[in-house]
């Protein structure tokens, strides 16, 4: 069987970079004990206060958007969001490289954001990083996982349980590990 999907981009690394955490020790670790608290609480499921929280410590963030209780994020100082996304429950941003969600995504419950990956053709394992780019009307389901370096192109889907190791191209919908293309989105007015 054949399709008529071009081939993707792989992720981008940057490997064997000097990794620092990004901050000054102080706001890391006031990061570390008031706000990732704080933004995580079922206790405070206040979107607004916890958008606040974010761009306190140095997050770019839009307007509109709904943040779920057990929302992670591990540098909020590398972490962009456009306008109107959903920042589901238990979504994790693992973003030791900058992380950028554009207008309109969706990011559903138990979402997992991996900035980093460790070289295993070394013996030393160095860290490998690469920034993560969600663009515009995407969706990515319950309990998927992008990859470090990874771009989901505007409109995407990433279904449930799905792994993107390489960038998923626009109005296309991806399943499985690793994802791959089963249909063009199409828009129903």
Known sequence: ????????????????????????????????YVGAPAL?????????????????????????????????????????????????ENLWIDNMAPVTIEDNVCLSQEVYLCTGNHDWHKPTFNLRLGGIEIKSSSWIAAKAVVGPGVTIGSGAILTLGSVATQSLMSWTIYTGNPAQPIKTRKMVC
């Not at 064997?16 to 890391?28: C, F, N, R, V």
């Open 1 to 32: 069987m054949t399709n008529n999907y071009p081939t993707v981009q792989l992720a981008q690394y940057q490997p064997d970079i000097e990794y620092t955490p990004g901050a000054p020790l102080l706001k890391q670790i006031l990061w570390h």
């Open 40 to 88: 995580a609480s079922n206790y405070l499921p206040f979107s607004n206060f916890k958008v606040f929280i974010l761009r306190c410590f140095g997050a770019t963030i839009g307007e509109g958007n709904r943040i779920k209780p057990g929302v992670k994020v591990k540098f909020p100082w590398r972490l962009t969001v456009g306008n109107h996304c959903w920042l589901g």
